[in-house]
């Protein structure tokens, strides 16, 4: 066994990709977009505002605040990928589409 400093903070880190995909939908209020296809999960951790770069222009600090923030300026759905999770070791994919409403 070693002792070691503790490993970088990674909370909070802003995604290149997320943050793209985010200024986009902004740049194109109302507007549709499939951001990409992931397990379930995904949409509801989005939802949530665990992804700084959706999170921008909110200041409160609660995971509820976050939540409402969301609700409030971001429109999130799924759809399951046809065929998605049949084999037992694939999980199953769902399509997530967003909206910035603004």
Known sequence: MEFVDPPVTRKGAVSEKWL???????ENPNKWALVGDFTPGMAT???????????EDFSGESPEQATLYMKLHWQITTRKKENSGEDED????????????G
């Open 90 to 101: 694939q999980k199953p994919r769902h399509n997530i589409y967003m909206r910035w409403l």
């Open 45 to 55: 951790h989005l939802r949530r505002g665990t992804y700084p770069a959706f999170m």
């Open 20 to 26: 793209a995909i985010a200024h986009a939908l902004k």
